[in-house]
């Protein structure tokens, strides 16, 4: 029988507990010798180990990182492949944005995070598609990958149970018309580095100024469309807002992002043919891939966690506005 992965983070770090932010399950919190660290494991995707290690190497100096510690890229001594990076000082962005950071350091924050979206823009690569090793070679999609529509009829039951039945066919509606946009002018001459999941929760901030600390957990980076984590960061930025919840703080964190991607775009001499209407909706309707996956896991609505449930909340309140409009 296979030990669990919290014994297996127990022989690297001391006091080793499941990272509270982290919903793959294979990251842990504890003590490396004198201080504290993380430890990742790879148990589901083993060969991602290197791929990581690899893109940390390639954005070192260009990107706020954690140090890394220790890393074993191949299956060793009874424990996975795994890194262990240093624990950062600071708070998660989504967390202080909610309990209220300023609009200064609101703003800060968002400006920073379109640096690291004109970063990661930089970072070219040959075509869309899942990084394939360490040396950036990227591979194909499968093909429920490749359409908002393939990965509706993919996810068709996950999204019944949870969206409703009497849901499905305005969604493929909305999909078909955001593939059709996604497809038309101004799709990407250009691929570059993704994140692919460049959310609060994966960045660490200081809790008064708003200052990067750091940008974590690079499992799902890929080959794709730089708007991809625009459209990441900017999910639930308005719902966050209109709960009441620090609608200040958001308001200035959001035009100050897109003011910075407008900025770093028309540095780029790519403005002309982006307006920012244009990719602030690509954004959106790249950030759809998600939004899918996310609310069609089995997970029952009392029990689901906050990804699953702002996953659904937001497809459903698009679907509304949708038939308002």
């Excluded at 896991?297 to 029990?303: K, L, N, V």
Aim: contains cysteine.
């Amino acid at each position: 029988m296979s030990p669990e992965p919290i014994e297996l983070a127990a022989r690297v770090l001391h006091d080793a507990r499941p990272a509270s932010a982290s919903y793959s399950g294979e990251t842990f919190s504890g003590m490396w010798f004198r201080q504290r660290a993380y430890v990742r494991f790879y148990i589901r995707q083993p060969e991602r180990a290197a791929v990581d290690v690899a893109i940390m190497r390639r954005l070192d100096g260009h990107v706020p990182l954690p140090k890394v510690l220790a890393s074993s890229l191949h299956a060793s001594g009874g424990l996975p492949p795994h890194i262990v990076t240093e624990a950062v000082g600071g708070q998660r962005a989504d967390v202080v944005l909610r309990s209220g950071l300023t609009p200064p350091a609101a703003r800060a924050l968002g400006r920073q995070c379109a640096r690291i979206v004109a970063v990661l823009r930089a970072q070219s690569l040959e075509h869309p598609g899942p990084l394939a090793d360490a040396s950036f070679a990227v591979g194909s999609w499968p093909p429920h990958l490749r359409s908002l529509l393939a990965l509706l009829a993919h996810l068709k039951p996950g999204l019944e149970a949870a969206l409703g039945a009497d849901r499905l066919a305005p969604l493929r509606r909305m999909l078909a018309s955001a593939d059709a946009r996604l497809s038309g002018a101004g799709s990407p001459d250009a691929f570059s580095l993704v994140h692919g999941d460049l959310s609060g929760k994966n960045l660490i901030v200081h809790g008064a100024t708003g200052r990067l600390r750091a940008v974590l957990d690079w499992e799902f980076a890929h080959s794709g469309d730089w708007a991809t984590d625009l459209g990441n960061l900017m999910r639930g930025v308005d719902e966050a807002a209109a709960s009441g919840s620090n609608p200040e703080g958001y308001a200035a964190y959001r035009q100050a992002l897109v003011d910075g991607v407008h900025e770093n775009l028309a540095a780029e001499g790519r403005l002309s043919s982006l307006g920012d209407q244009r990719w602030l909706r690509r954004a959106a309707d790249l950030d759809l891939y998600h939004l899918l996956e996310l609310a069609a896991r089995p997970e029952a609505d009392a029990d689901a966690t906050e990804p699953v449930q702002q996953a659904r909340r937001l497809l459903i309140d698009r679907l509304a506005t949708r038939v308002r409009h």
